[in-house]
């Protein structure tokens, strides 16, 4: 028989990897061989077909184990179709094995063998061309409030490795406008001959002594544009190193008229109908003094990297577990005046896919924001506290090529509790957008900001837009 067997070897038409085939029992030695000793003595055929599936370790770097899973089960439901009730599939420790037994002549098994292997190329790998093939995560957004942009601030991270000696590489542009004052403000704010906000320096000094009851008065309205190159690299199967290098305009921006259209719909904001559109004034006045206030524009600012390490702690068919930190090395000021500290964070970061519809992915992180420059540490405001962070997001996979999301961000308060001022309160704010899958390895992400707690100590309203490819 053995050697009527290797007289009629199978031929493929392509190879696949060492996949455990869900649905079917374990094949262990002893049970592939009592099929074999009952078709020495009877004198029967028999057919061993070994199936190794290609790249599957691969496929679980690469796309994460959700999709491996989803390999597996088509696989699978490809070798039942092509199965009698009377044969046998089970794994061994590298390879799937099916024994076919037949009383007729094995060249017909051959011939089933040759249907199998085009079943498990066109059952299982077709379907996998139109699924998404790159895995995004949690976006990394970040706040964009004035007094967040000295120091590090929460951001999501994506739990899942890139897979060893893989990159993925994105540029992201964040539009934000920040219309923001504290509130004494709001009934003793001037306005120019329109009935609009108009804060000018020379009003400020002119009627400074106004507020010299006031420990800490300010008025935000500027739009930032950022615009951050991200760079991910593997370097084993569960361990990955990133940066991210930002650059930074301010000025008055365009979104003004947006917002006051879009609040129009219900969402109406004190003041923003009334305040002068496209404008950047930033002012700080303590006890009648005033000790900041700028209304010129910055273009194209670097701002200070941020480095990171990501490395997977656990993980199961569904889920996954990861640790990160990361560090923002002082290498730039903000305002030309203010240099933060060596700020670092430590967080975990998961993964969840119920099922091949819906992805969840959560995370929580904490900062540690030491002391910067001497202007830094005894800003008006006081100094920037330590904070916390999470994050949780919800990804739809119903179709291959656009996948909508939904991502809620919390942020501790960073500032001391301070009269006519809510910078102490956290806030919590969302990412509304869709990732589209352009190409294979390339897709186009856009997404549209907004905070939900009210604060006024937030950015207000903003578009992002991002391209990622990986290789």
């Not at 893989?166 to 964040?174: A, F, G, N, Q």
């Not at 990804?395 to 939904?406: A, D, G, N, S």
């Not at 501790?412 to 990412?431: A, I």
Request: hydrophobic content about 35%; aromatic content about 10%; overall charge positive.
């Amino acid at each position: 028989m053995e050697q009527q067997a290797s007289s009629h070897p199978p031929t493929f038409p392509g190879h696949v990897h060492r996949i455990p085939v869900q649905g079917v029992r374990a094949t262990q030695p002893e049970i592939i061989a009592d099929p074999l000793r009952l078709a020495i003595r009877c004198g029967h055929p028999l057919c061993v077909l070994k199936v190794d599936l290609d790249h599957f370790k691969r496929i679980n770097d690469t796309f994460g184990h959700a999709t491996g899973n989803q390999v597996m089960r088509l696989t699978s439901d490809a070798l039942r179709h092509e199965l009698r009730a009377s044969d046998m599939c089970g794994l061994t420790p590298s390879i799937t094995t099916v024994l076919m037994r037949s009383r007729k002549k094995l060249s017909g098994r051959w011939r089933k063998a040759h249907g199998i292997s085009l079943a498990l190329m066109l059952g299982g790998m077709l379907p996998l061309i139109g699924q998404e093939p790159m895995e995004m995560g949690p976006f990394p957004t970040r706040e964009m409030f004035p007094l967040y942009l000295m120091p590090m601030v929460y951001q999501p991270v994506d739990p899942t490795p890139v897979g060893q000696g893989r990159w993925r590489v994105s540029l992201d542009h964040m539009q934000a406008n920040t219309f923001e004052f504290s509130d004494i403000l709001k009934d003793q704010a001037p306005r120019d001959a329109q009935g609009r906000l108009a804060i000018t320096r020379e009003f400020v000094l002119a009627h400074a002594a106004e507020y010299s009851s006031i420990p800490l008065m300010f008025f935000f309205d500027e739009e930032i544009a950022r615009t951050s190159l991200r760079v991910r690299f593997g370097l084993t199967d569960k361990t990955d190193v990133w940066a991210e290098l930002p650059f930074q305009s301010q000025g008055g921006g365009y979104l003004d008229g947006v917002i006051e259209a879009f609040h129009n719909l219900g969402f109406e904001q004190f003041g923003r109908d009334r305040v002068k559109k496209d404008q950047i004034t930033l002012m700080v006045m303590t006890n009648g003094h005033l000790v900041f206030y700028s209304d010129q524009p910055i273009r194209g600012k670097t701002q200070d990297p941020t480095i990171g390490l990501t490395h997977e702690l656990s993980s199961g068919p569904t889920w996954r577990l990861s640790a990160y930190m990361s560090l923002k090395p002082p290498m730039t000021t903000t305002y030309d005046i203010y240099r933060s500290g060596w700020d670092h964070s430590l967080g975990l970061t998961g993964r969840w896919q119920p099922n091949t519809h819906h992805v969840f992915y959560g995370g929580l992180g904490f900062i540690r924001r030491p002391g910067g420059s001497a202007a830094y540490n005894t800003m008006a405001f006081g100094s920037l506290r330590d904070a916390w962070g999470a994050h949780s997001t919800w990804e739809y996979r119903r179709w291959h090529k656009v996948r909508p999301f939904l991502q809620l961000y919390l942020q501790s308060g960073f500032l001391p509790k301070q009269p006519y001022q809510k910078l102490d309160r956290p806030s919590l704010q969302h990412d509304l957008g869709f990732h589209w899958q352009i190409k294979k390895d390339v897709v186009f992400t856009f997404r549209y900001l907004n905070n939900i707690t009210h604060n006024e100590n937030t950015a207000d309203m903003g578009f992002g837009a991002s391209l990622t490819a990986s290789f």
